[in-house]
């Protein structure tokens, strides 16, 4: 027993002396802030809306400097306009009269030309935040003309990044508040960046949650939701938190994916610390359980929404009365289509286009649940004049690519209303609206009679309509238009993935993938093509980054598609139609680009680059214009005229970034202007007239898809610039492949064959050669865009 108290004694001496050493060793904590550090903290938090954290501070400065008369007026100002219910704290505060104070007592009452003539004589530095203030107050009143005035005129002054975040990010509001929304989501991204340099965390979230807000309403759905996460995943406290829960539960609502929408609708409620949380999370519920036809659940949910709904908040007042009145078409369309023509005559909704069509479609699915066939169709076509409208309030900017999305269920309900009458032409006319029309702004040209366009090309079209419960494909022939249903969107695209995820990383032998037969099966064989048959695609959701080629056919035994056909990608059948036949290209002259310099890590020296080149002056000889090396760059690609050649090729790299298609580049040497980039920006500037442009680049084709425009990126900027066809691929290339596609290809073009066939003959060199190459990885991923 001694031995053991003995060694607990040691243990217990040790464990004392443990505990003096580790409190001589302990940091110290950092001494308190002087008061002007204190104060700065608590102004920067102002500027960002952190309202809590500028009245801890605060309050921290009125404990610590009440001795110092300055300070202690300037820290209770603080503390009055983080709370306004604290305003009484400046009552028993003297004043001192110094001019930082008065200039702050004059903002906080809103005597702005007080505060600016003051601040002009003794504090200039002021005026810009002045400013800032007046344009704030003048928003809140809803003078926006006056409110962004004042706004500018700071901005133009400002000197400190905070302050420039916090006008940038007030811009961005103004323009947001009246549905300018590629206004907003600029003023928001200057926001965001200015926030970042000013290490402002706080603004930087909730500029990113508002420009989620904007690119949700211009439909840019993927992009909202990245923005809108930080937020959603925020403390519950932060009252930015339950807004971006409901807007990603929105997006996934007009997904459809309902599933998905219902945790972040649950959650968003059970955070909710205000009435109009409660109320517009209750309506996102109340949505869920109407699309999957729980209506006496949603009836439950709209009377909470109601309830809770706060006055004053004009929005969410239609979206109650718009949502009762799809609830009350369940069981009476009758006494729905009433409450449906009030909304309409109301001077709220015949202001908003995007609620005048989104109460003009309900008044069309209404009366085509009650089989008022030619009521719907009159509705349905309200409805697209009104939002092609809307549209136009986006046109010319980045937005407008997004802003089909949001109009894919109003032509959805019209093409469903066509087929079921067996208006199956009218019906592909309808889908065919939605498709590249940011392509087609710079085309002119009437109606086409997609039967004649099959006639001309000689060819068999398949043009899909991927949709949430059921999919369509039109096969277009010369003699013309049969429609079949397809599963819906999640399990095409998922099974699309799935295939091109498999062609790129599986190392099975060729033609053996039971998901290139399963493929083939569900979106090909219902169109009963024969072999030999020149095919033309028009693709849609996430069918644009799939090689048809690469499907696979079972009998009479596994075989690629390509084996049987030649296929062609048209972003829309106006564009094939606009399209010149292809004619050969006689004495016609190339443009050839590459073999440029390593430019970092990124982007090492293609090895096999100048033999591409080679090639391509062997086949075309003195036509044939190469600028490489240090000459081959954007500048010179501007200045070489490219709109007199007929054939462009680039033996590059390229780079596709999904955030920002336009931002795609291929990549050449540097120079001073542009870098060493030139971008789909860049190309959209220079008018083409070429014959056929091709990218001998990685994923180049493009990675960002959007509803109706497509995949958009480089091919896609060629295209607008006037390019007729062009060769692009889906993924990345082999640098030891490529070449060798390339030279077959421009050998039969040089032989007269057109670049349709004469790629896929390519393309086949490789999977007969029964090498490694004959992988689809190798040959798969370059297709031809445009027209045959």
Not at 35 to 55: C, N, P, S
Not at 69 to 97: C, K, M, Y
Not at 270 to 297: K, P, T, V
Request: one cysteine or more; a neutral charge; hydrophobic letters at 40%.
């Amino acid at each position: 027993m001694r031995l053991r108290a003995s060694a607990l004694l040691v243990l217990a001496v040790v464990a004392c002396h443990a505990c003096k050493e580790e409190q001589r060793t302990a940091p110290k904590p950092p001494p308190p802030l002087p008061a002007d550090a204190l104060y700065a903290r608590g102004r920067k938090a102002m500027q960002e809306g952190d309202t809590a954290a500028a009245e801890r501070f605060a309050h921290e400065g009125e404990k610590r400097f009440a001795a110092q008369p300055v300070w202690r007026e300037l820290f209770a100002i603080l503390d009055a306009e983080s709370n306004r219910e604290h305003a009484g704290v400046l009552q028993h505060t003297p004043q001192t009269r110094a001019a930082l104070p008065a200039i702050r007592r004059h903002l906080l009452s809103g005597r702005y030309d007080d505060a600016d003539a003051l601040a002009s004589h003794v504090l200039p530095e002021l005026r810009p935040e002045i400013a800032v203030a007046r344009g704030r107050s003048l928003a809140r009143a809803g003078q926006w003309p006056e409110a962004e005035r004042y706004t500018q005129l700071a901005i133009g002054d400002a000197k400190n990044p905070a302050l420039q975040a916090s006008a940038y990010g007030q811009l961005g509001y103004i323009a947001m508040k009246q549905q300018q929304w590629p206004r907003a989501i600029d003023g928001f991204t200057t926001t965001i960046q200015y926030a970042r340099a000013a290490q402002m965390p706080t603004l930087e979230m909730k500029a990113m949650a508002n420009r989620g807000y904007c690119r949700l309403k211009v439909g840019d759905y993927d992009e909202a939701i990245k923005d809108l996460r930080p937020a959603a995943e925020q403390s519950a406290e932060h009252r930015y938190q339950g807004m971006a829960l409901i807007h990603i539960a929105d997006i996934y609502i007009r997904r459809q994916e309902f599933d998905t929408a219902t945790p972040y609708a649950e959650k968003a409620l059970r955070i909710a610390n205000d009435r109009q949380q409660i109320a517009d999370s209750s309506l996102e519920l109340c949505n869920i359980e109407f699309e999957h036809g729980n209506y006496d659940a949603a009836k439950a949910w709209h009377a909470k929404a109601v309830k809770a709904r706060p006055k004053g908040d004009v929005d969410g007042a239609l979206s109650d009365r718009w949502m009762n009145a799809r609830i009350v078409a369940k069981s009476n369309p009758v006494q729905a289509l009433q409450m449906l023509d009030s909304l309409l005559t109301s001077s709220e909704v015949r202001n908003d286009l995007t609620w005048l069509w989104r109460v003009q479609k309900t008044e069309g699915e209404v009366n085509f649940q009650i089989a008022k066939f030619p009521e719907a169709e009159r509705w349905d076509k309200e409805t697209l004049v009104t939002a092609q409208k809307a549209r136009e309030t986006v046109r010319g900017t980045d937005a407008a690519l997004a802003f089909e999305r949001n109009l894919l269920s109003v032509y959805d309900n019209y093409i469903e209303l066509l087929v079921i009458q067996g208006r199956n032409a009218e019906a592909l006319r309808i889908a065919e609206q939605s498709r590249g029309r940011a392509l087609r702004e710079s085309r002119s040209g009437t109606a086409v009679d997609l039967v004649a366009v099959a006639r001309e090309k000689n060819a068999t079209i398949l043009y899909y309509w991927i949709q949430g419960k059921r999919s369509l494909l039109w096969t277009v022939t010369p003699r013309g238009i049969d429609v079949v249903k397809l599963d819906g969107e999640n399990a095409i695209d998922k099974l699309a993935d799935a295939y091109r995820e498999e062609m790129q990383h599986s190392r099975r032998p060729p033609g053996t993938s039971e998901l290139g037969i399963k493929l083939y099966e569900t979106l090909v064989a219902p169109a009963k093509i024969a072999p030999g048959s020149r095919v033309i695609i028009s693709p849609d959701a996430h069918l644009r980054a799939l090689s048809f080629d690469a499907l696979i056919v079972r009998e009479p035994k596994p075989h690629y598609w390509i084996e049987d056909v030649t296929i062609s990608y048209a972003p829309s059948l106006y564009l094939l139609a606009s399209g010149p036949a292809w004619n050969g290209i006689g004495a016609g002259r190339a443009l050839v680009f590459g073999n440029v310099p390593a430019e970092g890590r990124d982007f090492p020296k293609l090895a096999q680059a100048q033999k591409e080149i080679d090639d391509i002056v062997r086949h075309f000889g003195a036509s044939v214009v190469v600028l490489s090396g240090t000459r081959a760059t954007p500048a010179s690609y501007v200045d070489a005229h490219p709109k007199d050649y007929q054939i462009i090729h680039f033996a590059a790299h390229a780079v596709a970034p999904p955030d920002a298609p336009l931002s795609a580049a291929v990549i050449l040497a540097p120079d001073a202007k542009y870098g060493y980039s030139l971008t789909g920006k860049d190309i959209l500037h220079v008018p083409l007239d070429a014959e056929l442009v091709t990218l001998s680049s990685c994923n180049s084709a493009g990675r960002r898809n959007y509803a109706g425009e497509g995949l958009v990126g480089l091919t896609w900027a060629f295209l607008g610039a006037g390019a007729h066809r062009v060769v692009a691929a889906q993924w990345e290339v082999s640098d030891s492949a490529a070449p060798k596609i390339m030279d077959k290809m421009y050998e039969g073009i040089r032989n007269g064959v057109e670049p349709a066939e004469a790629l896929r003959q390519a393309k086949l060199s490789l999977l007969k050669s029964g090498r490694i190459f004959a992988r689809p990885l190798y040959w798969a991923p370059f297709g031809i865009y445009g027209a045959l």
